[in-house]
């Protein structure tokens, strides 16, 4: 998991956008649910706008042309993502979440699909008119569960019978979800248990809002409760991005550890096995049902221990040797499936994750990073005991999520800007085999009980995601799904050139350079530089809306993962670490240099835009340079000290620039933008949401007031319901208005092409 936030590490730049932020809508499927693509019923395979119409904006538009032909901004409604495929136990069948954007009701909607793995056309499973994701089949076949919001429903587990004829979705009780033995009898998960009860007690202030509700030991009370509607706020996450703000605690701080529960499958009666006062993690059983493995504090100390612990530390000034050193927060241990005293597995430095039983119960496989800036790996121990061996040995890349299967361990990992399967060498003395790779991203792989079915979700450059099936050696791979046919008749996506080069101190980065829509050899065309965000994300090798909707403009889009990014191993990650601005500015300004004397591009006409850590980019390299001729920020950061407290994820600067604003005040004022407005000569366009959490609105104002005062072109568009995801899961006519200024903006200041003359 990401250190600063609760985010995968690997987050590459393009699929943020994948797990839509779905507005789930209480509504009882109907039943006939399976419909065939293209046929109608609310939205067949790559259908533009496919609700029923009301009176909306998007009724009076004309009808889109067809192609071949540029990206309209209008495409962006008719392109599918799908994600989460679920191969069935037996192989025989895969289901998948399919989500697109409904233009006429400005919002998405994802539905399960499931494809035959031998092939033929995708039936749709679940309602168009409620909201379901996130597939996974019940182990003894009986059972499609899938995640969805009903009403009638408790939880948000939803469920299609196999067994027997079956109509509307149900929910189950007696088919717990958890990790399960071999033979599928029970199952076992974490319980978070019960608050304990206390005395009802008259809430004086229990008709306010809860943000407005004086919250637990707070000094000061409204003078007229009714009178208040503020937000009162003592604790320190009280704002988190995408969630909104957060009410403060009304009672005292109380400690409810997850403890481990079991449950027979066909029976409702759960049993909670462990009663103490720290937390179980992750718990996985062992194929025989006789064990269980879980993750909890190094030394099993009770929650409230270790979290005043960590909390005392977080007030402390920045401790070379005390930050820096390597810690061991957590361990494996093993206890009877039926309860007792937990024995510990193995003592290991650092972080294990995903812990996943042999298919002979003899040895536990597990991801571990031995230290903050350290490459995670997959470690072996016996599951007697003994010293965990690394199977990736020095390998440059970090594995994602691996499965054990019969055959050995295989595992999705981040190449750069690609992505792939590959093989582990058991022994460790190899480097992993790649299984299925080229230049494309890849997700989801999900393999049958035998492990010889693999499925996946797969992009590229110029190709949205489809979902495709494989043998589970990779072998045989066959596109099983269309849902992107008709945008793709219509619309010519762009290509990209992958570039490799060298930059400060040797190192070599990674780069791609799209060609605009309609180029011409021996002609001239304006280039636009996207810059990612994190700092630790990536670009790569995955359709983008983004670079595609300027490519269609007419411009190259050059794009590369400087030091900083992900997916090349983590010294790589982390080797910008009080550095910001500084050699990954020349990273990036370096594929500038050989990009800019081709004889395609024309370097008299250049842009630079990017979002967030991207955002902060451009706003330096606008006090850097003249050489781009206009700049779009986004989300942006201007002054970090700013950011440090208006931010949800003070984190990332506390690490990054060695301690709090105050701890290190010269470098947080050294790398911040703000300081050096004055030499700002760019004609600047600022986009910012008005309820980002993540990098708040005032950043953004102080640019533009100071860009204002001295003259400067700018603009600045906010855009309300929004948060730090508007270019990614916000609401689609916003997320398309965006695009359509981005188009205006360098089409106004690199093409000349007039304000309004730019086609949607
Ligand atoms: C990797 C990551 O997400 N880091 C976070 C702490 C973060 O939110 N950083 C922001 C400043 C940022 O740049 N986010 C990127 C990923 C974005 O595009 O929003």
Redesign the pocket.
């Known amino acids: 998991m990401?250190p600063?936030?609760d985010?995968p590490m690997h987050?590459s730049?393009q699929w943020?956008r994948a797990p839509y932020a779905l507005a789930l809508l209480a509504c009882a499927a109907p039943a006939a649910l399976i419909a065939q693509p293209g046929r109608g019923g609310g939205g067949g395979a790559g259908g533009a706008g496919a609700a029923a119409g009301g009176a909306s904006p998007s009724n009076a538009l004309p009808a889109l042309p067809k192609g071949p032909r540029a990206m309209m901004l209008r495409d962006w409604y008719r392109v599918a993502n799908l994600s989460n495929p679920a191969v069935s136990p037996d192989g025989k069948r895969i289901a998948v979440t399919v989500t697109r954007a409904v233009e006429a009701d400005n919002r998405r909607h994802s539905e399960i699909w499931v494809v035959n793995a031998a092939g033929g056309e995708p039936q749709r499973w679940t309602s168009p008119s409620t909201e379901s994701s996130n597939p996974r089949w019940s182990a003894d076949g009986k059972y499609l569960f899938f995640t969805s919001q009903r009403a009638g429903g408790t939880g948000n587990t939803w469920a299609i019978r196999l067994d027997q004829p079956s109509g509307e979705a149900i929910q189950v009780g007696d088919y717990p979800n958890g990790s399960m033995p071999s033979d599928g009898s029970f199952a076992v998960f974490t319980d978070a248990g019960r608050p304990a009860p206390t005395a009802p007690s008259p809430d004086p202030f229990g008709q306010m809002q809860p943000m407005a509700r004086p919250p637990f030991e707070a000094i000061t009370r409204p003078s007229v409760s009714a009178r208040f509607d503020g937000r009162h706020v003592v604790d320190m996450s009280y704002k988190v991005?995408g969630v909104g703000f957060v009410p403060g605690r009304r009672v005292a701080r109380t400690w409810r550890p997850t403890q481990i529960a079991r449950q027979p499958i066909g029976d409702t009666t759960k049993k909670v096995i462990t009663s103490t006062a720290y937390s179980h993690r992750g718990p996985v059983v062992s194929p025989d049902g006789k064990w269980i493995a879980f993750t909890a504090d190094s030394r099993l100390r009770p929650d409230s221990v270790v979290d005043r612990e960590r909390d005392s530390l977080a007030t402390l000034p920045y401790n070379k040797v005390r930050d820096e050193a390597e810690r061991n927060d957590a361990d494996i241990y093993i206890i009877d499936a039926n309860g007792g005293t937990p024995r510990k597995l193995t003592d290991w430095m650092g972080a294990e994750s995903q812990i996943t039983w042999s298919p002979d119960g003899k040895q536990i496989a597990f991801i571990g990073r031995p230290g903050r800036t350290k490459n995670s790996n997959i470690y072996v121990v016996d599951a007697a005991g003994g010293t965990p061996r690394a199977l990736l040995g020095n390998w440059q890349y970090e594995p994602g999520n691996f499965d054990w299967l019969p055959g050995g361990i295989q595992f999705t990992a981040e190449i750069g800007g690609r992505s792939a399967v590959l093989r582990a060498d058991m022994s460790g003395k190899s480097l992993p085999t790649e299984l299925v790779s080229g230049r494309r991203q890849l997700r989801g792989a999900s393999y049958d009980e035998s492990g010889k079915t693999l499925a996946y979700v797969a992009t590229s450059m110029n190709k949205p995601t489809e979902l495709f099936v494989a043998s589970g050696d990779g072998t045989g791979e066959r596109q099983l799904t269309n849902f992107n046919k008709d945008v793709n008749a219509d619309v010519v996506w762009s290509d990209a050139e992958r570039i490799t080069y060298k930059s400060v101190g040797n190192l070599e980065i990674e780069g791609w350079l799209m060609k605009p829509y309609g180029y011409e050899a021996g002609k001239k065309y304006p280039m636009v530089i996207y810059i990612?965000?994190?700092?630790?994300?990536s670009y790569g090798e995955g359709w983008f809306d983004e670079f595609q909707n300027l490519a269609a403009q007419g411009m190259f889009v050059l794009f590369t993962n400087p030091r900083g990014s992900?997916g090349y191993g983590a010294p790589f990650t982390y080797s910008t670490r009080g550095r910001w601005g500084m050699e990954d500015y020349q990273d990036l300004m370096k594929a500038v240099d050989i990009v800019s004397v081709r004889a395609d591009v024309d370097s008299t006409k250049m842009g630079a835009t990017g979002?967030?850590?991207?955002?902060?980019m451009t706003t330096w390299m606008a006090t850097k340079t003249t050489r781009f001729k206009a700049i779009e920020t986004d989300?942006t950061?201007t002054d970090w000290t700013y950011w440090y407290g208006s931010?949800d994820?003070q984190?990332?600067t506390e690490f990054e620039f060695y301690g709090k604003p105050w701890d290190n005040q010269k470098l947080y004022d050294e790398l911040s933008p703000i300081r050096y407005v004055n030499k700002v000569k760019t004609p600047m366009l600022i986009v910012q949401s008005e309820e980002d959490h993540?990098?708040p609105m005032g950043s953004a104002e102080i640019w533009f007031m100071s860009l204002k005062k001295q003259g400067v072109p700018v603009e600045l568009i906010r855009y309300p319901r929004s948060n730090?995801?508007l270019s990614r899961t916000g609401e689609p006519w916003l997320l398309v208005d965006r695009l359509g200024r981005l188009r205006q903006w360098f089409g106004y200041w690199l093409q000349g092409v007039q304000p309004g003359a730019v086609a949607n």
């Not at 990612?532 to 994300?537: M, N």
């Not at 979002?611 to 902060?616: A, D, E, P, V």
């Open positions: 990401h600063f936030l985010l987050v730049a943020r991005n990612h965000g994190g700092p630790h994300s992900s979002g967030s850590y991207g955002g902060f989300r950061i931010s994820a984190g990332l993540r990098t730090h995801d």
